[in-house]
């Protein structure tokens, strides 16, 4: 580590350009993890409509107990940073170091980039649906990309107000030159500091730095309730002249994560690109009626239920080990594997 301690400082620090967050209040915040790590979330499970019959014991059908889908959602970002401050190098270089402005600095250039990098990684990976393709985005056909991922949307009844478009700076170039997209909005203007750029298909367009996207994703659609970033801790304090040290210490602290919600999964759509070279999305398991289960990705991890829940975020997900006995039951796969993007899910119902 090197300290400079040159002749003369100006009196002004430099510090780096730093977007604010890209993420925080755009993800639902409907939960809290107060005095808690672990968050349970029950889902009751509807069933089908019946047609009612006019005579018998049971004329609105036989009745069945209401069962409902666990999801737990646990913490798991825990991060800190500290750092000194010496009164004798803050006196020498112009009091440019100044405790509050070496924080603030902190918090920008690390902290928040940090966060934002994690949640955005949590999105592609919890995905409800990821795309791949290997066909590079262009200003002729990324419009009709976006709307392939709306139409899925729309398909599972994802609401169309509260949906945000993040995309990279170069998908974002081509966007804006494609005939579709809509000029930044006097409203828009107000906005341009957190990312937003603009308004496409009634979706806020936030441009994001490749720094904090997450590998070979040209875009992803995210509806608001359809996740969320909780963070239970967000603490910073300077300490001055504590023992051992002439000057200031800064110490902070975040305690954070990202969850998608397994029932609104469809809420959240990634354009992979799999371009020979670039990232892969696993295969979709195979499952057959005697309950064999297999995976065209080699070396891929299958996880499986059947209990009729979601195996990407069920807590009664099982690894797939062995041919699965469970005759007459609906079972519902994937597979995935590090470094690649998860699998769609499969489902098939075992005679």
Request: aromatic share 8%; with cysteine; proline share 4%.
């Amino acid at each position: 580590m090197t300290v400079n301690l040159h002749s003369t400082y100006a009196k002004q620090i430099q510090n780096k350009f730093v977007a604010e967050s890209l993420v925080t209040g755009r993800l639902s915040n409907d939960y809290s993890w107060s005095g808690v790590k672990t968050v349970k979330i029950s889902t009751p499970i509807t069933v089908p409509m019946t047609d009612y019959v006019r005579s018998g014991m049971n004329r609105y059908g036989k009745p069945t107990e209401m069962q409902d889908m666990v999801q737990e959602l646990t913490l798991s970002q825990d991060k800190s940073f500290t750092l000194t401050v010496d009164k004798g190098n803050n006196e020498d270089q112009n009091g440019i170091k100044a405790a509050g402005k070496i924080l603030s600095l902190q918090i920008a250039e690390r902290a928040v980039p940090t966060m934002d990098t994690y949640v955005f990684s949590a999105l592609v990976k919890q995905a409800g649906n990821i795309v791949g393709n290997a066909e590079a985005l262009t200003t002729a056909n990324i419009c009709e990309r976006i709307s392939a991922g709306t139409l899925l949307m729309d398909e599972a009844e994802v609401p169309a107000n509260d949906r945000t478009l993040y995309l990279t700076a170069e998908a974002y170039k081509l966007l804006k030159h494609s005939d579709e997209f809509m000029a930044v909005t006097s409203l828009a203007e107000k906005a341009l500091a957190k990312g937003m750029v603009g308004m496409y298909d009634n979706m806020t367009v936030i441009k994001v730095p490749s720094c904090r996207f997450p590998a070979n994703v040209n875009f992803m659609i995210v509806h608001k309730n359809a996740a969320t970033a909780p963070v239970k801790l967000n603490d910073t304090r300077i300490h001055i002249d504590p023992p051992g040290i002439s000057g200031a210490l800064l110490e902070g602290r975040q305690y954070y994560d990202c969850f998608v919600f397994g029932v609104k999964c469809d809420g959240i759509y990634v354009d992979a690109n799999t371009a020979e070279g670039k990232g892969t999305v696993v295969a979709t398991p195979k499952i057959t009626k005697a309950g064999a289960i297999t995976c065209d990705t080699a070396a891929a991890v299958i996880k499986y239920t059947v209990d009729g829940t979601d195996p990407r975020y069920s807590p009664t997900a099982e690894i797939y080990t062995t041919t699965v006995s469970a005759a007459g039951k609906t079972v519902k796969a994937y597979a995935y594997l590090e470094g690649y993007f998860n699998s769609a899910v499969a489902e098939a119902v075992l005679s």
